[in-house]
């Protein structure tokens, strides 16, 4: 929400925020969240991170292993978010009391026999360069998981992260919105080139696009994305017309009622010249995608920042009024409820619906 200085106040002015209007939102999805990108976690550090309304301390042991724990020591409740790794074990800076890698206590700050204090462990899985952290609504267990990818290309993935207002399900469902992308994204066309798929906690989408550029014109792009409950996405990105290839993840983490943090991560590849020797085509591939994947990347990220002004200050429409063109965002929302507790959900309905009536009158 922007603002202007009238004779010494300041007038607020444009949209406000969804987290800051209070707009009509969603629960916080069950599943997997990404709360790192992996290389930000090097042996021996100590990160804390926000997921749906509280913290959780994530941490990379000696040996490699990452740990996600709530964030407070079962001793005398210091924020272990302050905690230093001693080896392989965790020491709160309160008392000097010491948690090994399975999360027992294993020592004191006096020397004396350490109580039976385990921390509270979180399950963690690391895929793809991110560290994903599990959270259901009524306290099981993970019961699937995001699969590794291919990683395309000889470079290391570049990196992007934000945080704003918004809900995660709305990125997700961006993909079913086909839409958007002609006029908010500029494609002069897109369609799916077959039904969305859904199985159990994945969707598959498969789309066909036609672009333009400056001086290069219109060209065909393919697009395969995959799904992953509410918190991933990996997208599949080819233009035959250059031989272009680029991977792209995008994660959304729900961090507070309509506020989230957003990550992004993106990888290329060049097929290499078929008329060049071997050797000779493997070096001009490898050069070119050297050359191109810093603005590749940023072209990446700005496609990605359309969204941000319309997410960050949209209120969800738990009935929308679809019209053709919008593509299967129905199917899509029905797939998505498997996520919610049912009775958050239909009292979350209930309660739109009341504010609806509450404007109306």
Known sequence: MGSTRTRGR???????????????????PSGWSALAFS????PGAVLTRPLMGEDVVLYRLRTGDVRAIRPYCPHLGAHLGLAELDGNDLVCPFHLFAFGPDGSCVRTGYGTPPPKAPLARLPVHEVNGAVFV??????RQPDWEIPGWHAIGHRPARQAAWEMAGNAQEVIENSVDIGHF??????????LGA??????????????????APV??????????????????????????????MCTMIMPTAIAPNRMQLRQSNRIALAEPSRLPRPLARAVSR???????????????DFTAADFPIWSHKQYEQRPRLAQGDGPIG?????????????????????????RNVSAN
């Open 39 to 42: 290389d930000e976690l090097k």
């Open 216 to 245: 290069i014109g219109e060209f065909d792009v393919t697009v395969e994305v995959d799904g992953y409950g509410l918190s991933c996405l990996h997208a599949d990105i080819h233009t035959a017309r250059f031989g272009l290839t």
């Open 182 to 191: 002609a006029t908010l994204h500029g494609w002069v066309e897109a369609g």
């Open 331 to 355: 199917p899509f929302r029905r797939w998505a409820r498997q996520f919610y507790p049912q009775d958050v959900a239909d009292r979350e309905l209930s309660r739109i619906e009341q504010q």
């Open 287 to 301: 050069t070119a995608a050297r050359l191109l994947e810093r603005p590749l990347f940023r072209s990446s990220c």
């Open 10 to 28: 300041t007038i607020s002015e444009g949209p406000t925020p969804a987290d800051v209007a209070g707009a009509p939102g969603l629960p916080y």
């Open 134 to 139: 599990w959270r259901h609504e009524d306290g």
């Open 195 to 212: 039904p969305v798929a859904y199985r159990d906690k994945e969707f598959h989408v498969s789309m066909r696009v036609r672009e333009s």
